[in-house]
């Protein structure tokens, strides 16, 4: 039997420029240092993180594949704005980003709120 090591997993890439820009940011609660001028995904990348959303059906992890805003595989929830793709959004200190589990909620239908739709479920 071998020992799981607690570290986190090296980035999967490496930048070419030493001595960049970087900025603060929050994912899933914790303090991260990115790469300043970078989209969100690309930040998020390296700095290590390899698990940006769960799939609705299955709950498969998944991380961002294109990097140019076709396969939605990036969707993040971005300063409480979820379903964000994250490789087509400028990282910006000071950013709070969650991965995003499963499908998000529908908004509400134009024309209604909260509280109507909460009557019409009753009235069923
Ligand atoms: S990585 Fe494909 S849409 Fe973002």
Sequence with gaps: MTAQSTQAPAPLFKTLTDGETRVDIWFNGHSLSVPAERSVAAALLAAGV???????????????????????????????????????????????????????DLPPEPGTNADTLEENAHAR
């Design 50 to 104: 390899s698990r940006f959303r769960a799939t609705p059906v299955s709950g498969a992890p998944r991380a961002p594949f294109c990097m140019m805003g076709a396969c939605f595989e990036c969707l993040v929830e971005i300063d409480g704005v979820p379903s964000r793709q994250s490789c087509m959004v400028p990282v910006r200190a000071g950013m709070h980003i969650r991965s995003q589990e499963g499908a998000r």
